[in-house]
């Protein structure tokens, strides 16, 4: 529950763009705490997460809901047994590895460790394209788009954001002055692409990137 809740706090931040001071500000929460509840170092009492909730203009529920994923364990579909070779594949590897590799974002993403100044032009770039299809899934539903349309779009903005939170986190931890030669964008884009799973699991049918993805 912890790693869920700090993942969805981190992809709440990178998606509006926010610095932890501006959250701080913005919901009257101490920005240690912040720091210390995203990193999964702490729970939130009950006001504070409500504090934070309303700075994001969420429900304190989207916040501790799991995301119900197809074979997830507890879930309908999961395997009878916790052998490695009975689990059911992840159905939403095909998208994670598509936030890996489009735009070259791994080998950007390694580039980016060089230097401050590379990764927050990498940050940058991504914060620019995450509004960008933000504004397409917006446009789209304005002018009543078809909703397999609206999905694509939706799909494509959280593959953005799965981007832009790995790039805000090597700039984070630059910044604060940290050894980032092992951080692998893997385990956050895999854990924002779960926390959006509603983009592509839809109807309990499952959904992978086209092959010109």
Do not use: C
Request: charged share 30%.
């Amino acid at each position: 529950m912890h790693g869920s809740l700090a993942t969805r706090l981190r992809v709440l931040r990178a998606e509006r763009g926010l610095t932890v001071r501006q959250v701080a500000e913005l919901s009257g929460v101490a920005k240690e705490t912040i720091s210390q509840v995203e990193r999964g170092e702490r729970h939130p009492y009950d006001r504070t997460l409500a504090k934070l909730a309303h700075a994001y203009g969420v429900p304190v529920e989207d916040l501790l809901e799991e995301p119900a994923l197809a074979g997830a364990p507890g879930k309908a579909g999961a395997p009878a047994t916790g052998r490695p070779e009975d689990k059911a594949p992840d159905p939403l590897d095909g998208w994670i590895g598509r936030a890996l590799s489009e735009g070259d974002f791994t080998l950007e993403f390694e580039r980016a460790k060089d230097s401050q100044e590379l990764a927050d032009e990498l940050h940058r770039a991504k914060h620019t394209e995450a509004i960008e299809r933000q504004q397409r899934v917006d446009t789209l539903k304005e002018h009543h788009a078809p909703p397999a349309e609206i999905l694509e779009a939706r799909r494509d903005r959280a593959v953005a954001n799965a981007q832009l939170t790995a790039a805000a986190l090597l700039a984070v931890e630059l910044w604060r002055g940290h050894d980032v030669s092992g951080m692998d964008p893997r385990a956050t884009v895999t854990d924002v692409i779960h926390t959006q799973s509603g983009e592509f699991l839809t109807g309990g049918t499952t959904a992978q990137p086209r092959e010109s993805a």
